[in-house]
T-cell receptor
Framework: KNEVEQSPQNLTAQEGEFITINCSYS?????LHWLQQHPGGGIVSLFM???GKKKHGRLIATINIQEKHSSLHITASHPRDSAVYIC??????????FGTGTSLTVIP | DTAVSQTPKYLVTQMGNDKSIKCEQN?????MYWYKQDSKKFLKIMFS???????INETVPNRFSPKSPDKAHLNLHINSLELGDSAVYFC????????????FGPGTRLTVT
């Protein structure tokens, strides 16, 4: 069983829809990342969280440490948001674990 | 002014060859990493170097050897390439005591034929 589980694996949405991607993990963490990987392959770090909530533009990331769960929300989705979103956690021993990613397609 | 750079971006080579992928970061970070992303898009850490010392070595074949000439560079050398080595390899770096804050390179797509 993977230490980091994401859902859904694939997601198709209409432009403008509100999108939620979920991440659950089983290890004690020092930080959680949300990463974005576009079809071209490059990886961009969207958020790093250790508690609470962060917002950047139309993206919001939340984390509940007690429940070992994080969500990434995209408001007013746009076709350019189409990408793979990866949840990754850094445990208290500085070991990194990655989720398998959520492939998002936003249709105009 | 690229923060983490990798060369080459694409590498196509035959089985049995030896190849290297270079990584450089200009962020002054102490720790650098190599990750492998397989065909199923799953990222897995391979190595971590902290100020030129290896601190993580996952169950990676010893055909893979990281080489760090200085704090800003972490190169990945692969001997006797196999078909299963085909993947995208990402380099990353993080500041001292903030290993959770990682900056990724653009990736190197390796294809072994």
């Amino acid at each position: 069983k993977n230490e980091v589980e994401q859902s859904p694996q694939n997601l198709t949405a209409q432009e403008g829809e509100f999108i939620t991607i979920n991440c659950s993990y089983s290890v004690g963490i020092s930080a959680l990342h949300w990463l974005q990987q576009h079809p071209g392959g490059g990886i961009v770090s969207l958020f790093m969280l250790s508690s609470g909530k962060k917002k950047h533009g139309r993206l919001i990331a939340t984390i509940n440490i007690q429940e070992k769960h994080s969500s990434l929300h995209i408001t007013a989705s746009h076709p350019r948001d189409s990408a793979v979103y990866i949840c990754a956690v850094c445990d208290t021993g500085n070991q990194f674990y990655f989720g398998t990613g959520t492939s998002l397609t936003v249709i105009p | 002014d690229t923060a983490v750079s990798q060369t080459p971006k694409y590498l196509v080579t035959q089985m049995g060859n030896d190849k290297s992928i270079k990584c450089e970061q200009n962020l002054g970070h102490d720790t650098m990493y190599w990750y492998k992303q397989d065909s199923k898009k799953f990222l897995k850490i391979m190595f971590s170097y902290n100020n030129k010392e290896l601190i993580i070595n996952e169950t990676v074949p010893n055909r893979f050897s990281p080489k760090s000439p200085d704090k800003a560079h972490l190169n990945l050398h692969i001997n006797s390439l196999e078909l299963g080595d085909s993947a995208v390899y990402f380099c990353a770096s993080s500041p001292r005591d903030r290993e959770g804050e990682q900056y990724f390179g653009p990736g190197t797509r390796l294809t072994v034929t």
